[in-house]
């Protein structure tokens, strides 16, 4: 048995490994937001909560956004 991964693709992204435009797709992996290259196989995951509240503590956050 397979476990499908729903993707998204996230428009106007680019890949900062091959600079690729729109070829950047969101998943959820373990509960883990997951972006990944189609091109290249980059990937990147969210950072821990307190990983992302000490390297952004001077920034506003505006919104998250949460794919159903």
Do not use: W
Request: charged letters at 25%.
């Amino acid at each position: 048995m397979t476990t499908r991964k729903k993707k998204r693709f996230i428009a106007g992204a680019t890949c900062p490994k091959c600079h690729a435009m729109d070829s950047m797709m969101l998943f959820l992996e373990h509960n883990v937001e997951k972006v990944e290259c189609v091109h290249c196989g980059y990937q990147m995951t969210q950072p821990d909560a307190d990983v992302s509240k000490a390297a952004r503590g001077s920034e506003q956050l505006i919104g998250v956004f949460k794919p159903d």
